[in-house]
Nanobody
Framework: QVQLVESGGGLVQAGGSLRLSCTAS????????MGWYRQAPGKQRELVAA??????TNYEDSVKGRFTISRDAKNTVYLQMNSLKSEDTAVYYC????????????WGQGTQVTVSS
């Protein structure tokens, strides 16, 4: 069984910064890719940023230059969010493509990020 546990959300003023963390645990053989999605009220869940095992990254256009995704040598992915805007307010979900005895997609429980203007 695999779990993704997120931390780091909260309330911040516009222009401020937050760092989200997500750690995968369980019977993991390898992690192919990790990423962050977000879902604002009344909107569809969207990809914010993703990083492959090789370190390649991609970002949603509105966060380019403000957010940075990274991962450590173990099973943790980070999302550094700078210059936050009110439109970044959403529940942020960690996502990972993980190999156990099969390859599956896993989600964290979500962490709320609220940016006040």
């Amino acid at each position: 069984q695999v779990q993704l546990v997120e931390s780091g959300g909260g309330l911040v003023q516009a222009g401020g910064s937050l760092r989200l963390s997500c750690t995968a645990s369980g019977s993991i053989v390898s992690i192919n890719a990790m990423g962050w999605y977000r879902q604002a009220p009344g909107k569809q869940r969207e990809l914010v940023a993703a990083i492959t095992r090789g370190g390649s990254t991609n970002y949603e256009d509105s966060v380019k230059g403000r957010f940075t995704i990274s991962r450590d040598a173990k099973n943790t992915v980070y999302l550094q969010m700078n210059s936050l805007k009110s439109e970044d307010t959403a529940v942020y979900y960690c996502n990972a493509i993980i190999v156990t005895y099969y390859t599956g997609q896993y989600w964290g429980q979500g962490t709320q990020v609220t940016v006040s203007s």
